[in-house]
Protein backbone atom coordinates (compact mmCIF):
# COMPACT_ATOMS: atom_id res chain seq x y z
CA UNK A 1 0.00 0.00 0.00
CA UNK A 2 0.82 3.42 -0.73
CA UNK A 3 0.13 6.33 1.17
CA UNK A 4 0.52 10.39 1.10
CA UNK A 5 0.42 12.43 4.01
CA UNK A 6 0.38 16.31 3.69
CA UNK A 7 1.65 18.95 6.13
CA UNK A 8 0.70 22.96 5.91
CA UNK A 9 -1.73 25.16 4.63
CA UNK A 10 -3.70 27.11 6.87
CA UNK A 11 -5.00 30.68 6.90
CA UNK A 12 -2.80 33.63 5.51
CA UNK A 13 -3.87 37.09 4.22
CA UNK A 14 -3.65 38.00 0.40
CA UNK A 15 0.05 38.54 -0.42
CA UNK A 16 1.34 36.02 1.66
CA UNK A 17 2.86 32.71 1.24
CA UNK A 18 2.51 29.39 2.17
CA UNK A 19 4.12 25.92 1.72
CA UNK A 20 2.54 22.56 1.38
CA UNK A 21 4.88 19.53 2.21
CA UNK A 22 3.72 16.29 0.56
CA UNK A 23 5.45 12.58 2.16
CA UNK A 24 4.65 9.28 0.07
CA UNK A 25 5.53 6.10 1.60
CA UNK A 26 5.07 2.24 2.04
CA UNK A 27 5.86 0.17 -0.76
CA UNK A 28 6.78 2.05 -3.34
CA UNK A 29 8.87 0.79 -6.65
CA UNK A 30 9.36 4.52 -7.72
CA UNK A 31 7.28 7.57 -8.32
CA UNK A 32 6.97 9.47 -12.02
CA UNK A 33 4.39 12.33 -11.51
CA UNK A 34 4.21 14.07 -7.99
CA UNK A 35 1.83 17.28 -7.27
CA UNK A 36 -1.27 19.27 -6.04
CA UNK A 37 -4.48 19.38 -7.32
CA UNK A 38 -6.96 21.97 -5.73
CA UNK A 39 -11.06 22.11 -5.46
CA UNK A 40 -12.33 25.12 -4.47
CA UNK A 41 -16.21 25.41 -2.82
CA UNK A 42 -19.15 24.64 -5.31
CA UNK A 43 -15.99 23.83 -8.55
CA UNK A 44 -14.27 21.01 -9.46
CA UNK A 45 -10.85 19.32 -8.77
CA UNK A 46 -8.12 21.26 -10.71
CA UNK A 47 -4.46 20.72 -11.46
CA UNK A 48 -2.21 22.72 -9.26
CA UNK A 49 0.70 21.90 -10.28
CA UNK A 50 2.54 18.36 -10.99
CA UNK A 51 6.67 17.81 -11.59
CA UNK A 52 8.17 14.21 -13.08
CA UNK A 53 11.28 12.82 -12.01
CA UNK A 54 12.80 14.09 -14.77
CA UNK A 55 11.84 17.62 -13.99
CA UNK A 56 9.14 18.69 -16.40
CA UNK A 57 6.63 20.79 -14.44
CA UNK A 58 3.02 22.06 -15.19
CA UNK A 59 1.90 24.70 -13.79
CA UNK A 60 -2.08 25.72 -14.19
CA UNK A 61 -2.12 29.34 -15.84
CA UNK A 62 -3.55 31.16 -12.74
CA UNK A 63 -0.28 30.12 -10.50
CA UNK A 64 1.96 30.34 -13.42
CA UNK A 65 4.96 32.92 -11.69
CA UNK A 66 3.62 32.56 -8.01
CA UNK A 67 3.83 28.65 -7.26
CA UNK A 68 7.02 26.69 -7.11
CA UNK A 69 6.68 23.09 -6.99
CA UNK A 70 9.88 21.18 -6.23
CA UNK A 71 11.00 17.71 -4.95
CA UNK A 72 13.24 15.57 -3.05
CA UNK A 73 13.45 12.73 -4.87
CA UNK A 74 15.31 10.32 -2.67
CA UNK A 75 12.77 11.03 0.13
CA UNK A 76 9.83 10.86 -1.76
CA UNK A 77 8.59 14.34 -0.78
CA UNK A 78 7.01 17.33 -2.67
CA UNK A 79 6.66 20.49 -1.55
CA UNK A 80 4.74 23.13 -2.98
CA UNK A 81 5.48 26.81 -1.92
CA UNK A 82 3.00 28.94 -2.70
CA UNK A 83 3.24 32.92 -3.03
CA UNK A 84 1.36 36.06 -3.09
CA UNK A 85 -1.88 34.04 -2.99
CA UNK A 86 -5.14 35.70 -3.62
CA UNK A 87 -8.83 34.49 -2.31
CA UNK A 88 -9.21 33.35 -5.39
CA UNK A 89 -6.35 30.55 -4.41
CA UNK A 90 -8.59 29.29 -1.56
CA UNK A 91 -9.38 25.52 -1.60
CA UNK A 92 -8.31 22.07 -0.55
CA UNK A 93 -5.23 20.98 -1.83
CA UNK A 94 -4.71 17.67 -2.54
CA UNK A 95 -1.16 16.17 -3.23
CA UNK A 96 -1.04 13.96 -5.68
CA UNK A 97 1.08 11.20 -6.80
CA UNK A 98 1.62 8.47 -9.90
CA UNK A 99 3.36 5.51 -8.00
CA UNK A 100 4.32 2.18 -9.29
CA UNK A 101 3.68 -0.33 -5.95
CA UNK A 102 5.98 -3.02 -5.12
CA UNK A 103 3.72 -5.62 -4.63
CA UNK A 104 1.98 -5.96 -7.82
CA UNK A 105 4.27 -3.70 -9.90
CA UNK A 106 0.96 -1.90 -11.05
CA UNK A 107 1.30 2.12 -11.53
CA UNK A 108 -1.36 3.58 -9.76
CA UNK A 109 -3.07 7.32 -9.16
CA UNK A 110 -2.67 8.25 -5.35
CA UNK A 111 -4.04 10.80 -3.51
CA UNK A 112 -2.99 12.93 0.36
CA UNK A 113 -6.26 13.53 2.96
CA UNK A 114 -6.35 17.29 1.56
CA UNK A 115 -5.07 20.05 3.19
CA UNK A 116 -7.27 23.67 3.46
CA UNK A 117 -5.66 26.83 2.38
CA UNK A 118 -7.97 30.03 2.95
CA UNK A 119 -6.68 33.62 1.64
CA UNK A 120 -8.67 36.35 3.19
CA UNK A 121 -8.71 39.53 1.75
Known amino acids: QVQLVESGGGLVQAGGSLRLSCLAS????????MGWYRQAPGKQRELAAT???????TYATSVKGRFTLSRDNAKNTAYLQMTSLKPEDTAVYYC???????????????WGQGSQVTVSS
Open 96 to 110: YARARNCGTLALNDY
Open 26 to 33: GSICGIND
Open 51 to 57: LTTGGYS
